[in-house]
């Protein structure tokens, strides 16, 4: 499975993106489909996750209100809605998938190229 990320943008502080994760393989209803982010000179931490069986979430505390990780499995595609995004959002978004639900990097694979998010107050 190949991922892509995308969606990415410069937008102002307060306002809302959505990202979106396009994969090119089937989507197991067993994967994990997650959302990380990367901000310069920071390591990569976990945003949301997605089990793509039951749509069950989970997310870090800092977006849980602001962002929705929702999927489409038709188009075998993940979304990440971003609300009231603040400049700390700033980051490289990345997806990827796992085996098991996780918000251990180490447990994902299948990294996609990023999509910048920048937000500017």
């Known amino acids: 499975v190949q991922l892509q990320a995308s969606g990415g943008g410069l937008v102002l502080a307060g306002a809302s993106l959505t990202l979106s994760c396009s994969a090119s393989g089937r989507i197991f209803s067993s994967h994990i489909m997650g959302w990380f982010r990367q901000a310069p000179g920071k390591d990569r931490e976990f945003v949301a996750a997605?089990?793509?069986?039951?749509?069950?979430?989970t997310y870090r505390d800092s977006v849980k209100g602001r962002f929705t990780i929702s999927k489409n499995s038709a188009e075998n595609t993940v979304y990440l809605q971003m609300n009231s995004l603040q400049p700390e959002d700033t980051a490289v978004y990345y997806c990827a998938k796992a085996n098991s639900l996780s918000r251990r990097e180490q447990d994902y694979n299948n990294w996609g190229r990023g999509t910048l998010v920048t937000v500017s107050s």
């Open positions: 997605i089990r793509w069986s039951t749509a069950s979430t």
